[in-house]
């Protein structure tokens, strides 16, 4: 039996740049990929951009990147979406669609680093 190339399912990650923070993008994509039928995830990164994973048939992931580019939440302007690691899986790494908090990554930022030094001398 052959399965038709919309059929296949492939995992890529994203990147989005331009005005896609304090737009509710993440919350958007999210509520895109969930009508698709996509998994995976998204956050906004310290630099000022979107990022995140998508896994699913590769028509509905096509489709995904066209709104990550061109599309997006109501107030956002996007400059460019970087697409990478394109990689055709077997099976979902996922069982749902969504956003990753940056608070939950545990990283220092400038603020908690300074407090650490500040304690340290």
Known sequence: M???????LISVDH????????VFFHKYTQAEGKKLGLVGWVQNTDEGTVQGQLQGPISKVRHMQEWLET???PKSHIDRANF???KVIV?????????VKQWLEFKF???NSLVLFLLLI
């Not at 052959?2 to 296949?8: C, F, I, K, L, S």
């Not at 990147?15 to 304090?22: D, H, N, S, T």
């Not at 099976?91 to 956003?99: N, R, T």
């Open 109 to 111: 930022s400038k603020i």
């Open 2 to 8: 052959n399965v038709a190339e919309g059929d296949t």
């Open 84 to 86: 990478r690691n394109e």
């Open 71 to 73: 599309k997006g939440s």
């Open 91 to 99: 099976k979902l790494d996922y069982s749902d669609f969504q956003i």
């Open 15 to 22: 990147e989005i740049f331009g005005k896609v923070q304090g």
